[in-house]
């Protein structure tokens, strides 16, 4: 049984944990930002045979489980509507239903935590184990930043292939949906088609892409900076992936939900 003591003392640690954490953080995010306006400003100082690889890897690579993972959520939520709705009689409803969940916060977040679990753990994943072999105090003596020569292809190829993902996400999706309303409703589909068109507003598309740019940078932050923060044993390394893909999925929930108010703020503002 712990004593009154030693829990204030815990969690004073804790407490001065989190600071630092929190410190740590936000130094990283300047820095990162600051290397990206830098390739920005000089696009020739990219590495554009890693900026490549990545794309590669962000993108076509985790294509078939973000076609897969999509399909079926579009036919899960077809299906929990479909059931609902039926009883009243709103079937006609479901095409916009599913066109806007889709668009504005299913599509955007779905492929945000496939990202986050396939390239965001590997991310931190590399970069720990060059902590441990010290690659990185290489790169410090030879008078080069690791941010700006590990971090920066990763962000913009992130920054370029998790909004494509998200465009096959929503169609796909969309498209699972349609399955379900076809074999359980006889639904055409150009029915589906219109009744999507009439529903669903050209700037819930535009919502999920801007969200999607602001989950890439994220994603892409949250790991490199776990794999930073790595210890110097084999174990540390597999607590900063794990560490990566929690912090990611906590941060890109939280700014979802800001997000998403901030959207409903606009929209009635512009009304």
Known sequence: MKTTAEKISQFGEMAFQLKDEAVSMVTFLGDVTAALWEGFRHPKRLRWKDFLFYMNTCGPDGLPITIMISTLMGVVLAYQAEVQSHKYGADNFLPMVIGCTILRELGPLMVAIVATGRSGSAFAAEIGTMKISEELNALQTMGIRPTRFLVVPKMWAMLVMLPLLTVVGDFVGCAGGYLVMKSELG??????????????????????ILKSFVFAYIITMTGCWRGFRTGNDAIAVGRSTTSAVVTSILFIVLADTFLAK??????????
Do not use: H, I, S
């Open 187 to 208: 639904m055409p589909m150009d029915v589906f088609l219109q009744l999507t068109r009439q529903g669903v507003a050209v700037k819930y598309f535009f919502e999920g």
């Open 262 to 271: 901030l959207f409903t703020v606009f929209y009635a503002w512009g009304t």
